[in-house]
């Protein structure tokens, strides 16, 4: 329950606490413009005049942990790390994961996705599948937020978006090094493939800026522990 | 003749000039000061050939979507009245500035030009007679829009700046009695008097009651926030609902029209209008005693300026009170106007009176 306050006396004279607020208000006013004056002329830019972002020039800073738009991760012979166990289809609520798993030429590992589509017209970024993923092949992490797209089909991502996030629709030309259902030209007939918008990310390779491959690396190199439940996100 | 009126008509065109830009820049300023004090940017996206004017160029912007809207005109609705009513509003607005002087006289040639569109003996209550007749263009907004949201916020327009200009003309009585004219120049010329030879006999000093009440008042015949019950354009549906385009336009000209008017009307009733302290005609008199001499044309540039930047501030002042104070809530309102404002005001005129009469 809210109990009311009584006001004192001074504050129903009403007009001090009046005088009170515009002084506050007016603290805000000059020392925002002063600084705003002083960016004007190259003077205390660490300072900050405003609390707000030039949002399509200056991005807002993510933190690390937001889930943002899926990317799978890779091994070292650019083959995804998905070893198409079909966990993240399963656990999907919004069910918009599609798997097609192949045989992997390595007998070590079981198999891979020759087909990996995510719809993020129907995902609703729970994160589930990331967690679920017991081989770290599924990540949040690529900070593109800007998603948007004209049509449905510009929504569903295949591998060659997932494994390059750099890439938006229409992607160029399909330079996957392994056999897949590819619905994308001869790569040697297209040319190299071009990063359409880059992402928010600056500064290179998303994969290597997260330290995501050394990470997995040594998760994989790790003892199994004990009760045999590896934990995630090591 | 002809020179006097070609006289008056570059005087109303300086004033007018001054006036309406200052009333559409008032949009920038609303945006940028409002966006200052809460830790924002402001509106910075217009631009011509990239160059943005820190925002200068969204008033133009917004002239020219008002411009080119449709001009609706509610089925069911009084066409005549509802084309008058945002003519009607500005004009009374607009007629105000003739009487305020905005300078000391001023001489070229051997002619002495008095810097005040229309010297009326009776500027004061020429003011407030304007003043209330701006009501009208309100109340017929409402009226003429056949829309029962309109109609109640004229209803709310009409009483509640009946209610405040009643408070507000009797905060300046006492002031008329102080200074014993009405006309506003005559009013202006006697706050150059002093006090023990330094305090200047301005009115805030002689009449700082009446300030407060008149401030208060005055802000409520502006219909802006914390007094926007007639507008409320955010929740509670106004007078203008039915307006769009440069009509609409126009009763959002004159609110800022009447800003820039409360502001001239405070610094002239109780801020000294155009005088400078210790300026006189013919130069600085410094209290403790030194003269400095200053050319006539000197003197009377400085009183425009005085006067420009005392308007200016009261503008800026105005504005901070507007988005710093939420909204009253109607009962308030007028439990303010009435039980506060207006007893205030008249004890005022009765201890005025007193003071006078020990005084004299």
């Known amino acids: ?234 | 003749m002809l020179e006097t009126l070609l006289i008056k008509l570059a005087l109303a065109g300086v004033v007018f000039f001054g006036v309406l830009n200052l009333a559409g820049l008032h949009t920038w300023i609303e945006r940028k000061q409002s966006a200052v004090m809460q830790d924002r940017i402001g509106a910075n996206r217009a631009s011509i050939f990239g160059i943005r004017f820190f925002g200068l160029l969204h008033p133009l912007a917004d002239v020219l979507k008002l411009f080119t809207k449709e001009d609706f005109i509610p089925p069911g609705g009084n066409k005549v009245l509802h084309t008058l009513a945002p003519f009607l509003s500005a004009f009374f607005a607009l007629v105000v500035f003739a009487a305020i002087p905005i300078g000391d006289t001023l001489t070229v040639g051997g002619r002495v030009i008095d810097l005040q569109v229309a010297s009326i003996d009776i500027g004061l209550l020429y003011i407030l007679a304007m003043l209330s007749m701006g009501v009208y263009g309100v109340v017929l907004a409402g009226y003429a829009s056949n829309n029962n949201y309109a109609f109640l916020g004229g209803m709310r327009a009409a009483s509640q700046m009946l209610s405040y200009e009643i408070a507000m003309g009797i905060s300046l009585i006492g002031l008329i009695m102080w200074y014993g004219t009405l006309d506003l120049q005559a009013m202006v010329r006697a706050q150059g008097q002093y006090l023990w030879g330094w305090l200047p006999l301005w009115g805030i000093v002689v009449q700082p009651v009446a300030f407060f009440v008149f401030l208060a008042a005055a802000l409520a015949e502006t219909k802006r926030i914390p007094f926007d019950m007639p507008e409320g354009e955010s929740e509670i549906v106004g007078y203008f609902v039915e307006y769009s385009g440069m009509k609409f336009g126009l009763f959002f000209m004159t609110d800022f029209i009447e800003t820039v008017l409360v502001a001239c009307l405070t610094a002239t009733f109780f801020f000294g209008g155009w005088q400078v302290p210790y300026l006189f005609p013919d130069g600085v008199h410094v209290p403790w005693g030194g003269v400095f001499p200053l050319a006539p044309l000197a003197v009377t540039l400085a009183g425009l300026a005085s006067f420009t930047l005392k308007v200016l501030f009261f503008c800026w002042l105005f504005m901070t009170v507007r988005w710093t104070l939420p909204r009253f809530r109607y009962d308030q309102l007028m439990s303010l106007g009435w039980k506060y404002l207006f007893p205030i005001s008249v004890g005022n005129v009765v201890v005025t009176g007193l003071a006078l009469r020990l005084l004299s």
């Open chain 1, 1 to 234: 329950m809210i109990r009311k306050r009584e006001l004192t006396l001074w504050e129903r004279m009403y007009v001090p606490e009046i005088i009170r607020g515009v002084a506050l208000t007016s603290r805000h006013f000059v020392r925002n413009l002063t600084f705003h004056a002083l960016h004007l002329v190259g003077l205390a830019k660490h300072v900050s005049a405003a609390v707000t972002y030039q949002y399509p020039e200056q991005p807002r800073p993510l933190a690390p942990r937001l889930r943002t738009r899926h990317r799978l991760t890779k091994r070292e012979d650019g083959w995804p790390r998905c070893v198409g166990c079909m966990m993240c289809e399963t656990v999907c609520p919004a069910r918009c994961i599609t798997i097609v798993a192949g045989e992997h030429p390595d007998p070590n590992v079981e198999k891979y996705p020759v087909r990996f589509d995510i719809d993020l017209g129907v995902c609703i970024y729970c994160g589930y599948c990331v967690e679920v993923c017991p081989e770290d092949a599924i990540r949040m992490d690529t900070q593109i937020l800007d998603i948007a797209a004209y049509s449905r089909a510009e929504m569903k991502l295949d591998m060659h978006e997932l494994l390059n996030p750099t890439l938006r629709k229409p992607v160029a030309a399909c330079l996957l090094p392994f056999p897949h259902k590819c619905g994308l030209k001869d790569p040697a007939a297209v040319g190299p493939e071009q990063p359409m918008h880059g992402p928010i990310f600056i500064g290179g390779d998303v994969t290597k800026a997260a330290g995501m491959e050394d990470q997995a690396q040594r998760a994989r190199q790790q003892p199994m522990p004990a009760n045999g439940v590896r934990p995630l996100g090591v």
